[in-house]
């Protein structure tokens, strides 16, 4: 099955490529890695705000966490010119969690990202990855994530 015949079986419609908000690019594409920058926790209604382990629950983190999986395959299509069904797989997500003093489950809520693009590309979804805590994150987001995809 194709990635974007998953993807609508799964619901998802993969939004337009979020625009930079400073002076970076949203990915930079070497031969056939495609590196994606980091990706804040955002959805229809806009940021996912707050600090997991104080204002959020492990579970509303992972679900941050998925949105930032899913502007992360939107950055990959426009890298290959819309075409997501060129995405080969995941190499490597790097997740920070804007998290609370004592908040030690920075791997589960990144969970979120990884089991959304394992549930969406199979084993194509299979990554490395870490999973670190910060003291904030830019404009108060829960989670920010940026990765390494290996495209045709």
Request: proline share 5%; with cysteine; glycine share 10%.
């Amino acid at each position: 099955m194709s990635i974007s015949a998953r993807l609508e079986e799964l619901g998802v419609s993969l939004p337009d490529a979020p625009a930079p908000a400073a002076n970076y690019v949203p990915f930079v594409k070497v031969g056939n890695l495609v590196h994606v920058s980091g990706q804040i926790s955002s959805n229809s209604e806009g940021l996912i705000t707050g600090k997991v382990g104080s204002d959020l629950d492990v579970t509303a983190g992972a679900a941050a966490a998925r949105q930032c999986a899913i502007s992360l395959l939107a950055q990959v299509a426009a890298a290959c010119g819309g075409d997501i069904d060129k995405l080969v797989r995941v190499v490597k997500l790097t997740g920070f969690v804007n998290s609370g003093p004592d908040f030690t489950d920075q791997p589960k809520v990144i969970n979120g990202a990884s089991d959304f693009l394992v549930e969406a590309l199979g084993d194509a979804g299979r990554h490395a990855r870490s999973a670190v805590s910060a003291a904030a994150l830019p404009l108060g987001v829960a989670v920010e994530i940026e990765g390494i995809f290996e495209v045709e």
